[in-house]
C-alpha cells in the first residue's frame, strides 16, 4: 500500500463549482500535510499547510481527520485557472512522501 | 528575487554518459533535496542534504551522485549505472529538514 494515496481523477467540473479531493496515508504518526499545486511541465508550488484539523485561505480550504487517516482539499467558486494537478504531501518522520497527484480541468 | 534555479531546463544524453544538473538556492536553506518525477507516478526521493558537506541516499539514489559544497549549491550527477534516467528532475529546498519544501523549475532530461 502506497504511504499517501490519492484519486488521480482526472476531475472535469464547470466554473463556479466546488470540488474535493481526498488523500489518504498510512502512517499513523504522520505529523503534518501540505497540498502542492502543479501545473502541467512545472514544478509543484506549495498551497497549502495542514499542521492541525484544517486551513483555510481564500476559496480553499484543507481539512484533516486523525481518526480516519485522510485529508481533504476543498476548492470552492472553482476558477479557470485552478485548473492542475493537486499533489498531497504527507510529512513521516523526517521525510515528505508525496502522493501521484489529482488532475483537475475547469471548464467554462 | 530569493529563489531556486536550475539548470539547463531541457537536458539530452547519449546512453553511457554522465550529465550533471545544476540546483542553486539563495533562499538561506539548510536542506535541499532531489526528486525524480515519471509520469503518474508521485515524487521519488534521490538524495537530500540537511548541511553543507553531509549529504543522505534517499529512496532510489542508485545511478546518482550528489556533493554539498556550498550551502547554496546542491548539484546531482546521473551516472552511466542508472538505467533508466529519462525523467523530469525537480530540486527542492527547506529551512530545516522538516519543514515546507519548495521547488525549482526542473530539469528535464531525455536519454537517447
Redo the contacts between chains.
Keep these: 500500500r ?1 504511504e ?1 494515496e490519492q484519486d ?1 481523477g482526472p476531475f472535469n467540473v464547470p466554473e463556479g463549482a466546488t470540488v474535493a479531493f481526498n488523500c489518504t496515508y498510512s502512517n499513523s504518526a504522520s ?2 500535510f ?1 497540498w502542492y499545486r502543479q501545473d502541467c ?6 498551497l497549502m ?1 495542514v499542521y492541525s484539523s484544517g486551513n483555510e485561505d481564500g476559496r480553499f480550504t484543507a481539512q484533516l481527520n486523525r481518526a480516519s487517516q485522510y485529508i481533504s482539499l476543498l476548492i470552492r467558486d472553482s476558477k479557470l485557472s485552478d485548473s492542475a494537478t493537486y ?1 498531497c504531501v504527507g ?1 513521516q518522520g ?8 489529482t488532475r483537475l480541468t475547469v471548464k467554462p | 528575487d530569493g529563489g531556486i534555479t536550475q539548470s539547463p531546463k531541457y537536458l539530452f544524453r547519449k546512453e553511457g554518459q554522465n550529465v550533471t544538473l545544476s540546483c542553486e538556492q539563495n533562499l538561506n536553506h539548510d536542506a535541499m533535496y532531489w526528486y525524480r518525477q515519471d509520469p503518474g507516478q508521485g515524487l521519488r526521493l534521490i538524495y537530500y542534504s540537511q548541511i553543507v558537506n553531509d549529504f543522505q541516499k534517499g529512496d532510489i539514489a542508485e545511478g546518482y551522485s550528489v556533493s554539498r559544497e556550498k550551502k547554496e549549491s546542491f548539484p546531482l550527477t546521473v551516472t552511466s549505472a542508472q538505467k533508466n534516467p529519462t525523467a523530469f528532475y525537480l530540486c527542492a529546498s527547506s529551512i530545516r529538514r522538516q519543514a515546507e519544501q519548495f521547488f525549482g523549475p526542473g530539469t528535464r532530461l531525455t536519454v537517447l
Design positions: 502506497k499517501v488521480p505529523q503534518s501540505f511541465r512545472k514544478e509543484p508550488k506549495l499547510s499533489l510529512l523526517n521525510d515528505m512522501r508525496f502522493g501521484a497527484g
